[in-house]
């Protein structure tokens, strides 16, 4: 089973590569099943807006992934009990906006363009990293942290050791979740200024052009089954329990 | 000046509220106190309005914070208090009437989101109700879909895959991506006479549904998959073994025991698709999202918060009494 | 080894230990035994700081336990629980070495030890090593779980209903294998259970305790023939007395008689023998080299009640 989906990301990223470095072909091929309205070329190379694209979500999704974590850790100790709940609650309620609805508010109160982008980007990808660090944490059998705590190990060490590394599946899921929204939303970031693939997409609706459309959207859907395939390859390893 | 004091108030009401005693009392406080600020800005603002049409008093990002406070104060108090739950209940119920009774007295007109909302009541309430339906439009054509789909991935193993697979991969489409692609063939399905005639073009409402659906066809199709699966295949061996027909046991005893979860599959898609909804403002479909890309545009606060407002407080309604019907399901199904 | 001064445990205004005294001798294995809810578990895990005691003195090979950093004071001692608790992301071999581990002890000398630790309680390295958690049957991971404990040597177990999740089969045999790597080691145990047939076969001591109180101490013997309180007495039951004899090995009180008919194996018990006796009508059981009478078992049963 593993090694089937490791075949179908392999073909995936190659088709992917293959896509960002000739693009002509894929015109070419959309092209035979509809009109396009724009001459070639006068338009930004697809390379430069995967890379606009790729950079958005790299830098909103690892600064997510860590503060996430460590913020999700420190809920769970004790001195992060108080705060528990009531940023669970606002985690929680957060989840509730759309992305649209994120993006819209918090763009235009710290700046248009790729910053304003990215920070937005990297609040909604925070909620789902905190909630899964949080519930990982806490699913963890209490018999075993029991038997360490018996065995005399410290705070830190039941961490490291034991309770981390058996919440990992959980945690994994939610960093995949996160990234692979964050990848659809930062489309949307195009509509307020940022570049990217959702460039093509959004001009594409503007006027009608269904193969700009598909320019921008094929790449995107394609980076988030990668993404999506290859850290739930990650997970499906670290299975302990029946 | 005096919001940053009442933030500091709550914050440390917040950190300090975990006796029950405590945590009734700032949660009864909070909105109290907070109500009383609304007013007294509103009577401040209502002077300045008064000097003159263009004048927009709006709430700074402290008042917002403030409101957050609140909430996840009141929250947090109705988790601790046990007993007097119905005080706070109370309390708040009161509050909103206040609240109400203020505003139809035209109390908060000086604030600028007010002044928006004015400007467009109509558009807002036709926006509003655009909305709703084709959220609940487009989740109601997911469940017919997907239930079927879903029992039948249940039922014939080996089309499990054949079924979800499509569907995760539809979820992990961007949504703006699936609108815009739905957007000639629909345009050249318009063409024809009598999808013309219901409206269906590129632009509109048709992609909007066509594309919700499509979305909530996953959470909705999953989780039919999931509650069928968890039903104990040793009570449906009891059950054959009484003599009941498949008809039977899939009328009495799998239906009822896959329902909760199949009902949270649709909460979920629905709390997903009152969001996704929001695209269709792109698109010329209508509904809160056009005042979302309109403040987007013009850079107003207000405007995009007259239209995610609503959206949040018809979620949070919404899943929480989703969620409260299921839990009386589960209970009853015991 | 371990002394308990008066002890008290008070949660929310309710007692759940209210001034245990006890004292436990070097190698002595000392059973805590007693209904649900009497206190047991919680006395043991005052002895590692599981919980913090409200009031008394914990004495711990003659230091007090509030001598020591917390984590010290469990490193010291091993700590046994029904459920293993074995880590179940680790590898067997990983899971024995914790403790040593913490102890920063070589990497060879760890090894050594783990292999030796496997052999002790009846589990090939060979085959174990490399096993994870999960594909263990209930008795394979009790014997994980004392093994894991013992791992870095502490001169002192805490066992808290180890043997309680496993089938009764598999539960005997540990519980006799148990007994002899005690004995051979010379560990001090403190061990907790509801159990009284594994009270009487493993205890040299037994105390028996109720709503948070001692109500009486004493060996095996003593707490069956001379039982101080009627609850003591309803607790053992009429079969307590039969119970004990499965402490006494046959051999060790028979004669040279010879009888004929099928013997016993030399590892029969007293009671076994009496079983014996019941179902083959016989006053007079063989053994080999000689046979055992049940005059002489009623006789052995007054003695040792006898003695003061």
Known sequence: MKNKTGVVVGLLLMVLLWILLFPKTLEGFLGQFFASKFPEGGRTPLRILFMEHMEMVLISSFLAIFLGFFLGLFLTTSWGKPFKGSLMKLVSLGQTFPTAAILALVIPVVGYGLKGAIFALFLYALMPIVYNVVVGIEEVSEDVVEAAKGMGMTELDIYRKVKIPLAMNTILGGIRTSTVINISAATLAAAAGAGGLGVLVVNGVRTFDMILILMGSIPVTLMAILTELSIGMLEKKRIYTQ | ?334 | MIELQNVVKTYEGQEAVKGISLRVQRGELYVLLGPSGCGKSTTLRLINKMIERTSGEIYVEGAHVDAFKVEDLRKKMGYVIQSTGLFPHMKVEENIATVPKLLKWSKEKTLERTKEMLRLVGLSPEMYLKKLPRELSGGEAQRVGVARALAADPHILLMDEPFGAVDPIARVRLQKEFRQIQQKLGKTVLFVTHDVEEALLLGDKICLMRAGKIIQEGTPEEVILKPKEDFVKDFFGKEGALSLLSRYGAKDYMDKTLVDGPTLPDTATLKEALAEMVVRGKERIGLSGGSISMGSIMEIMRGEGHEE
């Open chain 2, 1 to 334: 000046m005096m919001i940053f004091v009442m933030g500091f108030l709550l914050l440390a009401m917040l950190s300090v509220g975990f006796t029950k005693k405590k945590a009734l009392f700032s949660g009864v406080f909070a909105p109290v106190l907070f109500l009383f600020l609304l007013y007294r800005i509103s009577e401040k603002a209502l002077v300045f309005g008064s000097q003159g049409s263009a004048i927009r008093v709006s709430f700074s990002l402290g008042f917002y914070g403030l409101l957050l406070m609140v909430y996840l104060l009141v929250g947090h108090a109705l988790e601790k208090i046990t007993r007097h739950q119905g005080l706070l209940y109370g309390v708040l119920l009161l509050l909103l009437l206040v609240g109400l009774f203020l505003l139809y007295r035209e109390q908060f007109e000086a604030f600028s989101i007010m002044k928006e909302f004015q400007n467009k009541r109509e558009q807002f309430f036709a926006s509003l109700q655009t909305h709703l339906f084709l959220a609940l439009f487009s989740v109601m054509l997911g469940t017919l879909l997907a239930v079927p789909l879903g029992y039948v991935a249940h039922s014939k193993k080996q089309l499990e895959g054949a079924v979800m697979v499509p569907l995760s991969i539809l979820e992990t489409i961007p949504s703006l991506s699936l609108f815009g692609i739905l957007l000639v063939p629909l345009s050249r399905l318009g063409q024809l006479p009598f999808f013309r005639a219901l409206g269906v073009s590129g632009i509109g409402w048709a992609p909007a549904v066509v594309a919700l659906t499509l979305y909530s066809l996953l959470p909705i199709g999953r989780n039919t998959l999931v509650g069928f699966s968890s039903v104990d295949k040793s009570v449906v061996e009891a059950a054959e073994g009484m003599g009941m027909s498949r008809r039977q046991i899939f009328g009495k005893i799998e239906l009822p025991l896959a329902i909760p979860i199949m009902l949270t599959g649709v909460r979920i898609a629905l709390v997903q698709t009152l969001g996704g909804a929001v695209l269709a403002g792109l698109v010329g479909g209508g509904g809160l999202g056009t005042f979302v890309f309109l403040g987007l545009a013009e850079g107003s606060p207000d405007l995009v918060l007259l239209g995610v407002m609503p959206i949040v407080i018809m979620t949070l309604l919404l899943d929480a009494s989703l969620k409260g019907l299921i839990e009386k399901l589960r209970r009853n199904g015991r």
